[in-house]
């Protein structure tokens, strides 16, 4: 070995030992450090909540199983209900997590209106980290133009999924379309996308209008929709508020008999609401590849629905914040945010689901990571997520996967 060499190995050595010394001394000041897990406990999503809340806690546990972070650092989860849609009612939870309880990030929200008002009205103002497994409002892709670099996401954003859509529908031969959405960020912006999209690949949207969740009767909705007719109706709602009322409407009118499912729509009480009654239909929603879901499956070992829109999503959320807070050596969101893109991309080792005490050593020494995830995570921008898609489809009262994009 030359001297050239030697040199370089006590430097290494020299520098690894003082990340060593560094993240102990951090973390005899951050023994115990809160992350927030924010999200709608409560609202027209809290099915699928159900399983997101469960899946980034897992990540937590699995960090603090590790022992790995910060030199030993614990990791406290602290929930947080965003009921996704009443931003007075998020504000003030995201308020409570930040100032009271002293969170160092947020995993969430997950509604786009909520995460929004969150993060101008509280955690902009406060510095502190938000990364969304779910949020999708395309308006949010512009948020760090405003928000210091705090904002991150893990599923794509519905000008993708606009897209996305319009092939679904395309390679189903499905030409001409009704379309209803949920009156907020989300749906608003997702008809928008979707309808920009599929116009310019040549379909037709014989009309584009929004519904209030909430309501008893959805009849003088579903007849204007009947009246302008089409060959599916394409329904951007909640699967636990107003959407599945379209639908119910629709089918017992006769105005549809088939239908197209945006995320908010998927999930496993579509099919226990409808059963039957939808075969024939389609959808998609973010999620990873066969191999990652198989993956991730069998890691979550039946604590959670693995497959559940988002669920993977929100492990990875969690995971890289704690995984940036490492590359850090610190757990303070004004440190740890520049490092969130990092983690998250190449160069660096991969780093999949269940590897996340893995990817704290190989930091803790210096080194890169490339964190792959429970979703195949690749951050093309501050509030940008590339996203991978399911599609779905409905035969024999099941939900089947009907391919990927």
Known sequence: MSTG??????????????????????????SEIKIGVFLGFTGPIESLVANMGPAAEMAIAEVNDSGALLGGASVT???????????AAATAAAERLITADGVKGL?????????????????????????????????????????????????????RQGVVMTEVLM??????????????DYGKGLADAFQAAYEEAGGKITINAAHEDGKADYSA?????????????????????????????????????????PDGMIGAALVENFGSDIDGSSGQHPAPSEELAAQ????????????????????????????????AGSAEPGDYKSKIMDVANAPGEKIGAGELAKGLEILANGGDIDYVGASDVELIGPGEAAGNYRVVGYEGGKEVTAGRK
Do not use: W
């Open 171 to 184: 390679e189903l031969d499905i030409k001409e379309v009704a379309v209803t959405y949920t009156n907020n």
């Open 296 to 327: 991730f499956t069998a890691l979550v070992d039946g604590k959670f629905e693995a497959t559940s829109p988002f669920a993977p999503e929100s492990y990875d959320s969690a995971a890289l914040i704690m995984l940036a807070m490492q590359a």
């Open 221 to 261: 909705e579903v007849g204007a929709l009947a009246s302008a007719g089409g060959e599916r109706l394409v329904v951007a709602g909640y699967i636990d508020q107003g959407g599945p009322g379209i639908v119910r409407a629709a089918l017992d009118s006769g105005a549809f008999d088939t239908f197209h499912f």
């Open 77 to 87: 989860s602290v929930r947080g209900d965003t009921t996704c849609v009443d931003a």
């Open 107 to 159: 995993v969430g929200g997950d509604c786009s209106g909520v995460t929004g008002a969150a993060l101008q009205n509280v955690a902009v103002p406060n510095g502190v980290v938000m990364v969304s497994p779910s949020a999708t409002s395309p308006g949010l892709s512009h948020a760090n133009n405003e928000d210091e670099g705090l904002f991150f996401r893990t599923a794509p954003s519905d000008a």
């Open 5 to 30: 060499s030697l040199k370089m190995k006590k430097l290494l050595l020299a520098s690894a030992a003082t990340a060593l010394v560094a993240n102990a001394a951090l973390a005899d000041g951050h």
